[in-house]
């Protein structure tokens, strides 16, 4: 096959790109959907408070939202809904057909994160040049340990650009009703979310790209631990309030193995060493343990790793993989190709196959910046509009190359080597 023969045809590139394009709100079916969810909330026994500091936003606006849960889209539609927004959405979810007709019916638009993205700023334009309000997840990802993340420099170059009134939504207590790693809702959860304007539009434009990322991460800045020591009467209840912490927690405090946790209900445990805790109805651990809870544990093991990269200048994590790639419209992802990954201090390496052929992939860590993740389940960079999404051998290693992508970025950022 000629390299003529690989490329998409003008006319399916250009289907592509309509699939892809931003369109107008539908009013009732944004409704329908958010009142979809809240009935689930309820039966869930998730209990959402919003408050509105401020009129709605009037555009050209963009509101920002913190990313602790899954569908933090819903609490800040819950405040939002009115002034139709439209929702940046990772555009892993658009290679389903189903799903990427719903989000584009709600004006919803893909970016493919952590990456160059001319598609997606092409959408985020038109939304402010037609005088409409914008909503996105700065992070970028969803909290892994129930904290805030960080927000990537093009973004806060992108902000200052648009040079519009900027809102938040800081959202609390989504993590805790439903981690990244969870199985399902907790009941007796409360959110609460609350809608501010954090800049006028001349405040914007008169602020230097410092003072702007310090008054956007103080704004949206969250600790979910600290918030619930401040919510005594909180209660969580769930039969598996344990179940899936083995994909974000690598190391067992007690032998210093890693990737031989697992979980049962609401008790923890290590291959090699037995039970090790549980974890209660406030997220802490019980008995003689270490960590209070899960977001000390998830600190320590960072440590380690920070260690371990600091010492060994040669450090390279590395894996057989299988790759998948965007789906055919009926999933997100479909089988592409099995081989092997390297993530060291020169970026992340892929060799192995891709439908049928032999391919050697190399990102720079410059491009890598935070290799996203699923819980116990995969690792993925985008190129451009598409998705690597490699599943490693042992999954709960997941949170590993996430880490160690962030850990390897910044110290070469501190040298000025990406």
């Known amino acids: 096959m000629t390299e003529k023969e690989k490329l998409p045809s003008r006319s399916n590139r250009k289907k592509k790109a309509a699939a892809n394009k931003v369109q107008s709100v539908n009013g009732p079916m944004m409704d329908l959907l958010y009142f979809g969810v809240r009935v689930w909330l309820f039966f869930s026994g998730v209990r959402l408070q919003a408050v509105s500091r401020v009129a709605l936003p009037k555009g050209p606006a963009i509101v920002l939202c913190n990313h602790g849960s899954f569908i933090d ?29 719903l989000l584009r019916l709600v004006g919803a638009f ?35 340990a129930g904290r805030f993340e960080d927000i990537q420099e093009t973004t806060i170059s992108f902000l200052k650009k648009a040079g519009v009134d900027l809102y938040t939504v800081k959202i609390h207590g989504d993590y805790l009703a ?18 501010d304007l954090l800049y006028t539009a001349q405040e914007v434009k008169a602020l230097s790209p410092a003072q702007l990322r310090q008054g956007v991460e103080q704004r949206l800045y969250y600790d979910e631990f600290q918030w619930l020591q401040q919510r005594p009467d ?27 946790l697992t979980t049962e209900k609401d008790k923890i445990f290590c291959e090699r060493c037995g ?29 380690l790793l920070a260690q371990e990269i600091a010492n060994h200048p040669d450090y390279a994590l590395s894996s057989s993989v299988e790759l998948r790639l965007p789906g055919d419209g009926k999933s997100l992802t479909r089988h592409g190709g ?22 050697t992939l190399h990102y720079p860590l410059r491009r890598v910046y935070r290799l996203l993740f699923g ?15 490699f599943v490693p051998q042992e999954r709960r290693s997941a949170v590993e190359w996430y880490m160690a992508s962030m850990l390897l970025y910044d110290a070469a950022a501190e040298t000025a080597d990406v």
């Open 234 to 260: 909180i209660r969580y209840r769930s039969a598996r309030m344990a179940e899936g912490l083995e994909n974000i927690l690598t190391t067992c405090p007690t032998c210093g193995k890693k990737h031989i």
């Open 275 to 303: 039970y090790l805790t549980s974890v209660d109805e406030r997220y802490g651990f019980t008995g003689v343990f270490p960590f209070a809870h899960p977001g000390q544990w998830y600190d320590w093991q960072m440590e």
């Open 375 to 389: 819980a116990g389940e995969n690792f993925e960079i985008y190129d451009g509009t598409v998705i690597h999404y």
């Open 178 to 195: 439903d981690p990244k790693w969870g199985k399902g809702f907790r009941r007796g959860a409360v959110v609460e979310a609350e809608l």
């Open 73 to 101: 889209f819903i609490y800040a539609a819950a405040l939002l809904r009115r002034c139709r927004p439209h929702f940046i959405v990772a555009r892993l979810y658009f290679y389903h057909g189903f799903l990427r007709f």
């Open 110 to 144: 893909p970016k493919s994160m952590f990456a160059s993205d001319t598609e997606n700023a092409r959408n985020c334009l038109t939304v402010l040049k037609k005088g409409e309000v914008l909503a996105m997840m700065p992070e970028a990802r969803l909290s892994t």
């Open 338 to 359: 099995e081989g092997v990954c390297t993530l060291d201090r020169s970026g992340l390496t892929y060799v192995g196959t891709k439908d049928g052929e032999a391919v």
